[in-house]
């Protein structure tokens, strides 16, 4: 009975070794690849670790590498210490290989070279001979594809100049951004536009507009995260491609405005100067010619005082339009005319502006009784012709007042002696539409111009004139 505790003993011992051996020799040898993700850019030569571990020798053993999904088809096959392309995916073909130096220390890595982007997927390293539980691993592999972004200068909007970025040929999908050379991102016009191409590559575009900086340099950065990486093309963009800046135009504006409003206030004042000078000028022509015809009218007047005096007849009519005072009642009442013409005469002597008084008279008196002055005038104009002829010096300003275009402009008539120019202008006197008017005008110029050679001619005349101080 004693052996039983003994041979218990010894069952439960070689159980317990032979568990022990098990678990040892199942757990000896494992298929280990790597803890992260294999990531490549396509057209990359690239290893998708695979070994055993611990480190036994792997050049006997069956090495078979497929997708982890479509197992039936080998992405590469090591058989019995060669490489076979037995049920080799095509797209694999001459591009798989392993490190035949490396396998006795039990690394089946494969060698997988100019990948592609639909290299992307995940990998299965299986040793079927392996008699321990773990006889296979999974790789995964990243196949991206990166570009450098190209930079393009848009056109202007605003006070800014409008950058294009455009970067094709990624994958994964990528992103895009803008800085300056601060390193903020200046305002985008919208976000990037992606899109996919045949081929499953993505094409990134991103408009910006910048404002002019310190450096006017402009980055514009692609990136991959999944990937990591990274892309990214800089611009300088020169002053001149700006808009002028908004404080500039604003300067600019109130520059030119000023320099607007200053031409055209210049340009003013000196319209209205002019103007006004004309006018001025204008005012002063009319005026001077105003006060020559009133000098005139009042010479008339004064000279036929006596004449007037005993000729006039409507002197009460004449008297109502001339006088605004307390004369016009003792005019009213004066018994002879001659009684009223000489209160007329006080009146016109009394009066405030007395030239002009006695030039109104003078037209009142041309409307009422037109013949008393123009027998006046014409009579001693036709009596006097040859005398007139012979004496009138001052031809030319007679011409110029009575016959502008059809004497005075004749360039004939400048070139003849003043006598001819008389005879001239006595021919047109008798040729005018009322001769005999115009003939009274020519009087009172005379009477104005040449007052001498009408005293002289009308000695008798002027003689009254004389004694009345006038
Ligand atoms: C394999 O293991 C041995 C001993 O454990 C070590 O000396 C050797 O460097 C290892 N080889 C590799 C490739 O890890
Ligand atoms: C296997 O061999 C390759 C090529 O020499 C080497 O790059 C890789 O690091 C090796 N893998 C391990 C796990 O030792």
């Known amino acids: 009975m004693k052996t039983f505790p003994t041979s218990a003993v010894w069952c439960f011992g070689i159980l317990f070794i032979s568990v022990s051996l098990i678990t040892i020799g ?39 590498w497929t997708g982890l999904y479509l197992k039936t088809r080998n992405v590469h096959l090591y058989r019995q210490g060669r490489d076979s392309n037995e049920d080799q995916f095509p797209s694999y073909r001459g591009r798989t290989s392993m490190f035949h130096e490396e396998l006795k220390n039990g690394n089946v890595s494969l060698k997988l ?6 290299d992307t997927g995940r990998y299965r390293c299986f040793l079927p001979t392996l008699t321990s539980q773990v006889k296979e691993t999974t790789i995964q592999l990243l196949v991206g594809a990166v570009s450098q972004p190209v930079i393009s200068i848009d056109g202007t909007k605003d006070w800014g100049v409008v950058l294009k970025c455009e970067s094709g040929g990624w994958f994964p999908e990528p992103d895009m951004e803008w800085l300056d050379s601060s390193g903020t991102n200046p305002p985008a016009d919208g976000p990037p536009e992606k899109h996919r191409d045949s081929e499953g590559l993505y094409t990134v575009r991103q408009h910006v507009t910048v404002d002019k900086t310190d450096t006017n340099m402009f980055t514009c950065r ?49 319209r209205k100067y002019t103007e006004e000078k004309r006018e001025l000028l204008e005012q002063q022509v009319k005026n001077l010619k105003l006060i020559r015809e009133v000098k005139r009218d009042a010479l008339v007047v004064d000279i036929h005082r006596v004449h007037l005096s005993q000729n006039v007849t409507l002197v009460i009519p004449i008297a ?151």
Not at 32 to 50: E, F, S
């Open 26 to 64: 199942s757990s000896e040898v494992q298929v280990v690849g790597p803890a992260d993700r294999v990531d490549a850019l396509a057209g990359d030569d690239i290893i998708l670790p695979c070994s055993l571990k611990p480190n036994i020798s792997a050049k006997d053993m069956l090495v078979q």
């Open 222 to 270: 692609v990136h991959q995260t999944e990937i990591n990486h990274l892309k990214e093309t800089e611009i300088h963009v020169p002053d001149d491609v700006f808009p002028k800046s908004q404080v500039e135009l604003i300067i600019g504006l109130i520059a030119a405005a000023v320099v607007v409003l200053a031409a055209s206030a210049g340009v003013y004042m000196w």
């Open 320 to 470: 109502f339009f001339l006088i605004r005072s307390e004369r016009y009642y003792e005019i009213h009442a004066a018994r002879t005319r001659q009684d009223q013409m000489k209160l007329l005469y006080q009146a016109l002597e009394e009066a405030e502006d007395t030239r002009r008084m006695k030039s109104d008279f003078y037209r009142i008196l041309l409307d009422l009784e037109p013949d008393l002055l123009i027998d006046l005038g014409a009579t001693f104009v036709d009596v006097n012709k040859d005398q007139l002829i012979q004496k009138v010096t001052k031809v030319k300003p007679i011409l110029l007042e009575l016959f502008y275009e059809k004497l005075y402009c004749n360039t004939r008539i400048h070139q003849m002696t003043s006598q001819d120019q008389m005879r001239q202008l006595y021919q047109a006197l008798e040729e005018a539409d009322d001769p005999r008017r115009v003939k009274l005008d020519f009087y009172r110029i005379l009477l104005d111009l040449e007052p001498d050679l009408l005293i002289d001619l009308g000695k008798n005349l002027f003689l009254w004139l004389h004694i009345t101080g006038i």
């Open 113 to 118: 070279t100019r990948v592609t982007l639909s």
